[in-house]
């Protein structure tokens, strides 16, 4: 197994200034599985649905290489349902309901073929969870990244800190990053970050980019000007499913492959913005990822000459 992704496979609601759906796919892992899967095939699902979740786009992550023998599946029961309003500016959005249902009790098992796993991505859910997850691995995978979110900061901070320094790789939003330092400045936040231990520490700030960290580099990927922007869900997951899928494929976890990967990311995002819920995140070509990533090379490019002096 070359990929374990752990996290939500879910229902949303979502209200944007263009629209409002009923009850759609959504879920942390669905779209972190979607976006790597078009980087590496050998991918396995550890999550928790309930009876009502719809089986085609079961089928859908079975048809991209996506195993699902570790996703549990409750009999009478409801799969997790978050429902979020984003404000005019798609850059922030309000929590209107989360409803834990199947996740209340979720105890994860991760399947014999998955437990030497080289990289393992663990999507936004209790940190809890995520820790039983790396403790059931036969060997520490090549690398661990973590996703996270207010909420759980809100709610199980002690946890969450624990589940921290247990990884190599965190990403969270901006906000979050301030949150969890104290800080506002995000070059103080991303320090006192990476004491509380992973290597890496990746700043998601929407539709202005990301910031890579460690002790002692910064390096800048851009979002991509988009014309059509629908739905920001899943845009971090996205980002985390490129970012993962593409170091899994490279097989090369140095700080200079994380700058690549983080486009990667980036490109991936860029397409789930552009549609409600999973929906731009299926049947892409690698054609339609190589012009998104030429894209980005062209939005960055320029030359300076210096003036001697
Ligand atoms: P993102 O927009 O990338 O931050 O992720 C949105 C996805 O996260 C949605 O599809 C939700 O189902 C899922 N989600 C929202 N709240 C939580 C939570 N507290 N724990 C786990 N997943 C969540």
Redesign the pocket.
């Not at 920001?232 to 997951?237: E, L, Q």
């Given at each position: 197994m070359s990929l374990l992704v752990v996290?939500?496979v879910?229902f949303?609601a979502i209200e944007t200034p263009f629209g409002k759906t009923d009850k759609i796919v959504?879920?942390?892992a669905s779209?972190i599985a979607l976006a790597a899967s078009y980087f590496t095939k050998n991918i396995g699902l550890v999550s928790v649905i309930g009876d009502d979740f719809p089986q085609d786009f079961l089928q859908l992550l079975k048809k991209q290489s996506v195993d699902l023998s570790g996703l549990q599946q409750k009999k009478g029961e409801k799969s997790?349902f978050?429902a979020g309003k984003y404000h005019n500016d798609l850059n922030s959005r309000d929590?209107l309901v989360?409803e834990l249902n199947v996740l209340a009790t979720f105890d994860p098992v991760v399947p014999e073929a998955y437990k030497s796993c080289d990289f393992l991505m663990l999507g936004?859910?209790m940190p809890q969870v995520q820790q039983k997850v790396i403790q059931q691995l036969h060997k520490r995978p090549k690398l661990i990244v973590l996703d996270t979110?207010n909420?759980?900061m809100d709610s199980a901070l002690d946890e969450l800190m624990k589940t921290i320094a247990l990884v190599d790789v965190l990403t969270i939003n901006d906000s979050e990053a301030r949150q969890l330092s104290g800080e506002y400045s995000l070059v103080k936040a991303a320090q006192k970050i990476l004491a509380m231990g992973p290597k890496v520490l990746i700043i998601k700030k929407g539709e202005h980019g990301a910031l890579l960290f460690n002790k002692e580099e910064v390096f800048f990927a851009p979002a991509l000007p988009l014309e059509e922007v629908y739905d920001?869900?899943?845009?971090?997951?996205s980002f985390a499913g490129g970012f993962i899928g593409f170091l899994a494929q490279t097989k090369d976890i140095s700080f200079e492959n994380m700058k690549r990967a983080i486009i990667h990311g980036s490109a991936m995002a860029s397409f789930t913005v552009e549609k409600f819920g999973t929906e731009r995140l299926v049947g892409l070509t690698q054609k339609n990822i190589d012009e998104r990533l030429q894209e980005f090379v062209e939005l960055v490019q320029f030359d300076i000459s210096f003036v001697n002096e």
């Open positions: 996290g939500t879910a949303d959504g879920g942390a779209y997790f978050w929590t989360t936004n859910l979110m909420f759980w920001p869900t899943g845009a971090g997951d």
